[in-house]
């Protein structure tokens, strides 16, 4: 197929370098332009960027002149990683635009118009895009600790149902981004609070698995409780979860469930695409985040420990990468399954998606 330009806006700060790693030699993906603030714009990237991830900045990069947020840009589609403090108005300026933003930033997640999206969960609420009143549309991937908490009670809910939860996270420091927090502060110590992670997790994952409705998504009916914590771990996210079912089911379904868990990801073997998005560990010390992450390149969603629990029914622990799957890798997968479906087709925006296989094999083919 055609390679689609794209640009990313926060280049500069921790997810936009992770959007710069992960999208260098992208099948699909070429980034053309890259956007920070002002103070950065003019220069090239490889001066105003302070590098830190573990491999070089991609030579197709580093020269590109950074531009600001009021530059006019040529790439259709946008991968953004704009802190929260200015992603809410300028998406929205970009959508005007006609640009198609693909966001890992919190503030259009939860507004009704916009879906809120793991496409192995709920691809179908890409037709949200067919309600947006801009030229250009704004999609959505959730927090990092509600991606994986999501991909586990999506299984779970579609063969039982989910009626309660109860999550406490360890959350690693990178998600603080950078520089996170000073090291008196978190070395050998955990900060009981993380503002605002909680009311995300309780909610987010409502809109993610509930239906689409004739007048947007109508939540899943579940309740949610969490606890947030910040740890002294770089990378990786690890949750302790306990669930009530809606109706009865042994150890081994439960089990049998997250292990056969495929979406449209797996089906169409999109670039990003964990070829098994949930994995489940039998070792009891496991997943652990100096030994786990690397799993399918950090696109999975680690469980280890399932096992019956005295309060609710199960319990178990998950690990995910909160920079990868929990961030950019989420954004860039969701773009390529809008590829797929037909809602970005040579280079150009669609607000209707191709309906029906043939529809979707055409568009991979050019």
Request: proline share 7%; charged share 20%; hydrophobic share 40%.
């Amino acid at each position: 197929m055609e390679m689609i330009d794209v640009a990313v806006l926060g280049a500069t700060g921790t997810v936009g370098q992770k959007f710069i790693t992960l999208l260098d030699g992208h099948p699909w993906f070429r980034v053309r332009e890259v956007v920070a603030s002002s103070r950065s714009a003019g220069r090239p990237y490889r001066d105003a960027v302070r590098w830190l991830q573990d491999t070089p900045i991609p030579l197709a990069v580093a020269d590109l002149p950074v531009r600001s947020l009021e530059e006019k840009l040529e790439s259709t589609v946008l991968f953004s990683g704009l802190d929260s403090s200015v992603a809410g108005e300028a998406e929205l300026d970009y959508a005007e635009r006609g640009h198609v933003v693909i966001s890992n930033s919190r503030n259009h997640r939860m507004d009704e118009r916009v879906p809120l999206v793991i496409p192995e969960i709920n691809q179908d609420h890409l037709q949200l895009l067919d309600r947006q009143p801009w030229p250009g549309a704004i999609v959505t991937n959730p927090n990092c600790s509600t991606m994986f908490l999501a991909m586990a009670l999506a299984p779970l809910h579609r063969a039982f149902g989910v009626e309660a939860v109860q999550v406490s996270t360890m959350q690693a420091v990178s998600g603080a981004g950078y520089p996170g927090l000073p090291a008196m502060s978190i070395m050998g110590n955990v900060i009981p609070h993380i503002e605002g992670e909680e009311e995300k997790i309780e909610t987010e994952p409502l809109k993610i698995l509930g239906r689409l409705g004739e007048y947007g998504i109508v939540p899943a009916g579940m309740r949610i409780g969490a606890q947030c914590n910040r740890v002294p771990v770089v990378d990786g996210h690890t949750e302790t979860v306990s669930v009530k079912l809606g109706s009865p089911a042994s150890l081994d379904e439960v089990r049998s469930a997250l292990e056969s868990f495929r979406g449209l990801p797996q089906e169409l073997n999109l670039p990003s695409a964990p070829l098994q998005p949930l994995w489940v560990f039998d070792a009891p010390d496991r997943p652990q985040p100096a030994r786990d992450l690397p799993v399918e390149k950090g696109m999975a969603t680690l469980v280890g420990r399932l096992r019956e629990c005295p309060v609710l029914d199960y319990r178990m622990v998950l690990l995910g990468h909160n920079t990868i799957r929990g961030a950019a890798g989420a954004a860039i997968l969701n773009a390529e399954a809008m590829v797929a479906l037909g809602y970005l087709r040579n280079g150009a925006f669609h607000r209707e998606a191709c309906r029906g296989d043939s529809c979707v094999e055409e568009v991979l083919a050019h």
